[in-house]
């Protein structure tokens, strides 16, 4: 067993630790938090002792194998960059970073450092992405795709009273594209590969980042559309068409009820529905192995590391095309 920290106390690192802890490899030994009492309240809940309020103090620590950071994004590469230094191990959360040249810098430097990095991204942990692939061999050619995930912020009615929460604040690097969109993107570039061209049209809001929008990937026998939002809900499902049959999931993040539909009518059930901290937890368990088995999971960390710097390209590719700028842009 391994004993992690946290940095962040929102609801994303509470299914963190639960999937962790599910998972009977790691023990939870420290949280992070600027503020002691708030930081005192999160780590009372799992009956952890140790709360650093100085991120240089939690990093030196030998109190800790591991960090799993969920920080504010423009924070991401700071945070993670300080824990490598110090030996320790990085899973962060998505996105790493708004820049690709940062993100193989991180990689770059857990190599040096002998440690794991890596992005937290449930698409790439879970069992249902190799059913996935298996089923699109099923549908013959295919010519039209939509990855939809379209989600309407619970921060949004704060937005629309004046007020300026993180995910729609572009000093935090963030907006609909970089917390939706890569869901999206991640398993486009997986399953299809680097399209030939890309088109975006976003909704912009009035505070500097996108709260919607539209992109196209454009291979030679196909296209793919991925429509995101934080700003409405989505009520219908993504899908994969061929000719010889359909694919559909009512969750392109969590690959949730993919149901196979053939051209004779038949069905296929591919996958149904999953808690949201059983799901974190394959992360937590890809982690666990990629450190104390990274010889025998080599080939798997590798394709994860370069499917998280492959993303990075693409999404910094679509954000800028989009004239969604941020204060760290060059």
Known sequence: MLNFGTIGTSWITDAYIEGALDSGLWNLS???????????????????????????????SDIIDAVYIASPNYLHVKHALKFIENG????????VSSHADEVIMLTEK????????????????????????????????????????????SKLDAYLRG??????????????????????I?????????PE????????????????????????????????????????????????????TTSISKLENIVLKYSDGTKEIISGETPKFKLMGYEAISFYKFI??????????????????????VTEFIRLKAGIKFPTDK
């Not at 879970?126 to 013959?140: C, H, M, N, Y």
């Not at 080599?298 to 390209?313: P, Q, R, S, W």
């Open 292 to 313: 104390t088995e990274k010889e025998k999971h080599l080939d798997e960390y590798n394709k994860c590391t370069d499917m998280c710097i492959k993303v990075a390209k």
């Open 163 to 184: 007020e300026l929460p993180n995910i729609f604040n572009p000093e935090m690097e963030t907006g609909a594209l970089m917390d939706l969109g890569i869901y999206c």
């Open 197 to 248: 061209e890309i088109d975006v049209r976003v909704n912009m809001m009035s505070s500097g980042v996108d709260g919607s929008g539209v992109i196209t990937f454009v291979y030679k026998d196909k296209l793919l559309s991925i429509p995101y939002s934080k700003t409405s809900q989505a009520g219908v499902d993504s899908d994969i068409q061929g000719d010889k049959g359909t694919i559909s």
């Open 110 to 153: 857990a190599k040096e450092y002998g440690v794991i990095f890596m992005e937290a991204i449930m698409f790439m942990h879970l069992p249902e992405r190799d059913k996935l692939s298996e089923a699109v061999k099923k549908i013959g050619n295919i010519s039209i795709a939509k990855f939809d995930f379209c989600q309407r912020s």
């Open 186 to 194: 991640y398993p486009a570039l997986y399953l299809f590969g680097e």
């Open 30 to 60: 420290a949280v992070y938090s600027r503020n002691f009492e708030k930081g005192k309240a999160f780590a009372d809940k799992y009956k952890v002792d140790t709360v650093f309020t100085d991120i240089d103090e939690m990093a030196k």
């Open 88 to 95: 320790k191990h990085v899973i962060c959360e998505k996105p």
